[in-house]
């Protein structure tokens, strides 16, 4: 099962959920095969994201093009004007760890 951005959605991708509009009412079901035209009815109504079956795209690189080497690297420029500040060093320190965690176990997703 994967979280995609409907951009990336293809004909032929199955849902791995049902697609719900703000008030719940139900626009596409669950293992609905895609097709152009339910991409387009999406589209239509805002939606932005989806849940597929499988793990049909590469997302190493993040929903919004940032990798997960590269948030780790970022987290110093993020957290710049916050060196003094004990409880943003702690948000830095959780971030760190868990973006580390995310990429072993991708690492291992691999193997």
Not at 1 to 12: H, R, S, T, V, Y
Not at 20 to 47: F, P
Not at 55 to 69: N, Q, V
Request: hydrophobic fraction near 40%; glycine fraction near 6%.
């Amino acid at each position: 099962m994967q979280k995609i951005p409907l951009n990336k959605a293809k004909e032929g991708m199955v849902l791995a959920k049902p697609v719900l509009k703000d008030n719940g009412m139900v626009l596409i079901s669950e293992n609905t095969e895609l097709k152009e035209d339910h991409i387009a009815i999406l589209k239509k109504q805002g939606i932005k994201f989806i849940v597929v079956k499988g793990a049909p795209l590469d997302m190493s690189e993040g929903m919004y093009g940032f990798s997960i080497k590269n948030r780790i690297e970022r987290l110093d420029y993020i957290f710049r004007k916050h060196k003094n500040d004990k409880w943003m060093q702690k948000v830095k320190k959780f971030f760190f760890i868990y973006f580390n965690y995310q990429l072993k176990k991708m690492e291992n997703q691999g193997d």
